[in-house]
Structures are given as structure tokens and as C-alpha cells.
């Protein structure tokens, strides 16, 4: 299967060619399987997508179809993920042959599209492992970050084998190296920790929660046991062990050695690298594929939260203000919301100013959040080249009851860019993994609309 992966070429011109002419005759989305399109991805765990979990990912086969081709990108490209997440785009980049770039707002997806993308030396992996052991039994250096509300999520003895792990971690001093071992004590923390592993934001593993369903029950009380007996080093040494296995399989798969970058923290505000100030050139780059977050669907960052404060990525006091920076975001003050603020897309906002006048803060999320989507997708056309493509995956979600057709406002903002729509895919989503429950206002995303746009 590896091996198909690397051949795997042009092999999705003739569908793609196929797909557009379909479109363009009939001008309807076409239902379309992404898992029946790409059917030898059937094992996810391929090169490094594994190396750590993160919400709401991309299902692989759908960067994978759109790179696999000449329609939308050529060899040697630069591509650009401004939602990133964990960087799945970015991978699938580089097992492409293509060059991409990457861009969030959350300084754990910026860590692990980085560390996935990395090109590691296994022996110097290993040999690195060795010295964390090795420090670790020898030195009882405890490094112990600020983490909020600490002692419910970790018992006494966890945290200072996390402190003890982290004060070996911080002896390796090549930042990429490093970077790899920060990645595993990350999934480390969240597997030691009392949270439920089951829900992606952080709430404590009661077993009366699964009261209906005897086998999940059952799975929560093998879990709590786990956690209660667990050794730190050994669960951090089988995780290292899995995501060297990763490394080397990706090394392996990645003949092209092209490369990624993250650049930046704001899809609105690209710039040419993290810490420049200095705006990515515009028409500078050749294909944008990207999931973006949804409103009020996903906390991203407090999906993070034990994890950002272990690694030290962000200061507890900070996580606020790195919420606020997110798309899609729940919390809002007052202030922000004393007035109904039209989004300018008249078919979303007769709507949302109806909701206003039961429910104001749901209003505004939702409408602030294509407000704000507006202003990425405004960078995004600005980046692009003329001619080339701009690939989203998203879908449609419900505010207070009522249907919110996400992808058909995403669809007009872009329109009204100046893109045009080349392909509309529907494809259902089968993997529970990829659904998010969420709040009584709104509903379950069971079906993903891709879009393949083109700068005119
Ligand atoms: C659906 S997820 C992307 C998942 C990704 N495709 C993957 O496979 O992991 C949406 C991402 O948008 C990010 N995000 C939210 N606001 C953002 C902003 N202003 N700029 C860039 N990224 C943002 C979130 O942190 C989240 O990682």
C-alpha cells in the first residue's frame, strides 16, 4: 500500500476531469466518496498523520485526491493550508511533491503541522530517547508548568512524574528534536490525565456518564485504572516508540523532500514568515486547500488547554485572549453584542437578525464568524494566483433550530471575491471521529460540501 501511495502520481486527473465536466453540464453538487475515490488509504496511520490527535482533522483522502493530480497543482508548488489544524494538508503536500505552508491560531496545531512535516534522523531520535531515560533516572530536576486547576485533572504522584519527564525533555537543545519529544509528552499529558478521552475538551472521566452503555462503561473504568497505576516514562517511551515508527515511515515515503512552513498565526493577516510583520506576497502562491473551523462548533483552544500549559506554548493567564483570536468562537462580553451587526450577506443576515431578538449572543457568534471568515477569505484571494484553485471542505450546521447553510455563505463570500465555482462534491461523513455533538442550538455535521473555486 506504501508503495501506491508514492506512485500515486496523476492518478486523479481523469475523475477531476470528469467531475468538472459533470459540474459544469449539470451545475449541481455531485454526491461523491472520498473513501471509494481513494480506497487504498484504509489504514490512517500513514507516515507521521498520527503523531498526535486534534479535533475535527480532515479525512486524508480528500487532500490526498485533490494533490494526486495536474488539474489543480503541479510538482513543486506551493500550496497554502491557512486553517491547518494539525497540518494534514501539509503532509499530504509533501507526499505529493508539492511545497505548502500552513497558518493557526492555536500554538499546539502550529507545533504538531511543524513536528509532522519534519524530516528526522531516527538514530538521533533514539539516541535522544536514551538521554531523556537516562536524565530522567538520574536527576530529580522538577520543571512544573502553571496549569490550571492542576490537581483535578492530575494526581500528586502524575504531576511530578510529568514535572520530572519535562526537566529531561528540556535537555535537548536541537529545537527539532525537541520539538518531536514536547509532541509526545503532549499526548502523553492528556493519556495520564483524569480526563474523559472520549470528549475532546478536558471534563473529568465520570463513570455515571456512561450509565446507558455497559461496554463504554466498562472501557471508563478499565481507563480511570490505568490512569491510577500508570508510569509516566513507560506510556511516554510507548508513544516515542510509535511516533518514531512515523518518522522513519515517512522518511520513507517522502522522496521528493520538499518542505512546509507554518507562517502564521491569523488566516486573516498572512505573512511571509511567524515573526515577520512583512504581508506574504500577494499572487504568490499556486493552490489553497483548507478545512476551516465552524461557529461555535469546536473549542480548539480548550480542547488544548492541558496540553498548551505543560509544554509552556501559552501561559494559563493568556488563554483567553488566544480564544479570542480563534474563528468561531462562543464567548463574547455584553458589550460586544448591545446591537445586531449585519454580516453584508443578505441571505444569512434577514436570519440572524430574527434570532437576535430571542437569543442575540447566538446571532452574533454565528454572524461575527462569517464577518470575520469574510476577512480570511479576502487574504485568501489575495495570495492566490490568478487561474489557480482554492479547494474548501466544509459544511452546514443550525443556529437556535434553524438550518445555517455555512458552506453556502462561505460559497457566496467567495463568489463575491471573485472566485468562481468549478465543482461541488458532497460527501457524507462516516467516521464518528469527525462529528462534533455539540450545544442544544446546534446540530450533528453529517455531511461535508467541497468546493473547488478558481481565482479569476
Ligand atoms: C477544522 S480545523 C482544521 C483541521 C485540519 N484540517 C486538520 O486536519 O487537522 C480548523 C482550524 O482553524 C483554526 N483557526 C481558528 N481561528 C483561526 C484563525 N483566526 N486563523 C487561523 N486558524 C484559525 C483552529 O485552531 C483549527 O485548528
Not at 139 to 153: A, F, G, M, Q, Y
Not at 243 to 269: G, M
Request: proline share 4%; aromatic share 10%; net charge positive.
Amino acid at each position: 500500500m506504501d508503495l501506491l501511495r508514492i506512485d500515486a502520481g496523476n492518478r486523479f486527473d481523469e475523475q477531476l476531469d470528469k467531475l468538472y465536466k459533470d459540474y459544469q453540464t449539470h451545475n449541481e453538487p455531485i454526491e461523491f466518496s472520498f473513501r471509494k475515490a481513494v480506497p487504498y488509504l484504509t489504514k490512517a496511520d500513514i507516515a507521521t498523520h498520527l503523531i498526535h490527535p486534534y479535533p475535527a482533522k480532515l479525512l486524508t483522502h480528500i487532500p490526498h485526491f485533490f494533490l494526486n493530480n495536474e488539474f489543480i497543482s503541479q510538482k513543486g508548488d506551493l500550496g497554502l493550508d491557512p486553517f491547518c489544524g494539525s497540518g494534514t494538508v501539509l503532509l499530504e503536500s509533501l507526499l505529493a511533491g508539492r511545497n505548502c505552508y500552513g497558518a493557526d491560531a492555536n500554538p499546539l496545531a502550529q507545533l504538531i503541522s511543524q513536528v509532522k512535516t519534519s524530516y528526522l534522523n531516527v538514530e538521533l531520535l533514539n539516541l535522544h530517547l536514551s538521554e531523556i531515560k537516562e536524565y530522567y533516572l538520574n536527576n530529580e530536576n522538577l520543571h512544573t508548568p502553571k496549569v490550571v486547576n492542576i490537581d483535578l485533572w492530575f494526581s500528586k504522584r502524575i504531576q511530578n512524574e510529568l514535572s520530572r519527564l519535562l526537566g529531561a525533555i528540556r535537555t535537548i537543545k536541537d529545537i527539532n528534536y525537541y520539538n518531536f519529544f514536547l509532541i509526545c509528552f503532549s499526548v502523553c499529558v492528556r493519556k495520564v490525565s483524569n480526563a474523559d478521552p472520549r470528549v475532546s475538551v478536558p471534563v473529568k472521566l465520570k463513570l455515571n456518564r456512561y450509565d446507558n452503555h455497559q461496554i463504554l462503561k466498562n472501557k471508563a473504568s478499565q481507563n480511570i485504572e490505568d490512569v491510577f497505576n500508570v508510569n509516566v516514562l513507560d506510556k511516554f517511551f510507548e508513544i516515542v516508540g510509535m511516533n518514531i515508527k512515523r518518522v522513519d515511515n515517512l522518511n520513507q515515503l517522502n522522496k521528493y523532500k520538499n518542505k512546509a512552513h507554518i507562517i502564521s498565526n491569523d488566516a486573516r493577516n498572512l505573512t511571509e514568515n511567524f515573526n515577520s510583520t512583512t504581508l506574504l506576497p500577494s499572487e504568490s502562491i499556486d493552490y489553497i486547500i483548507t478545512s476551516p473551523p465552524y461557529a461555535g462548533a469546536q473549542k480548539y483552544i480548550r480542547a488544548s488547554s492541558l496540553s498548551l500549559c505543560w509544554t509552556e506554548l501559552i501561559e494559563p493567564m493568556l488563554l483567553k485572549e488566544l480564544n479570542s483570536k480563534n474563528i468561531g468562537r462562543e464567548n463574547y462580553v455584553k458589550a460586544e453584542y448591545i446591537e445586531f451587526i449585519p454580516t453584508g450577506i443578505i441571505e444569512a443576515d434577514q436570519m440572524l437578525e430574527e434570532i437576535y431578538r430571542y437569543y442575540p449572543l447566538r446571532s452574533h457568534i454565528a454572524g461575527n464568524y462569517l464577518r470575520e471568515m469574510c476577512i480570511a477569505f479576502t487574504e485568501i484571494a489575495r495570495v492566490l494566483k490568478k487561474g489557480k484553485y482554492f479547494v474548501l471542505v466544509a459544511a452546514n450546521n443550525q443556529v437556535c433550530g434553524r438550518d445555517f447553510p455555512t458552506q453556502n455563505y462561505l460559497k457566496i463570500i467567495a463568489q463575491k471575491l471573485g472566485f468562481s465555482v468549478e465543482i461541488e462534491l458532497i460527501d457524507e461523513i462516516h467516521s464518528y471521529g469527525l462529528m462534533t455533538k455539540r450545544n442544544k442550538t446546534a446540530n450533528v455535521i453529517t455531511r461535508e460540501w467541497i468546493t473547488v473555486f478558481k481565482k479569476q
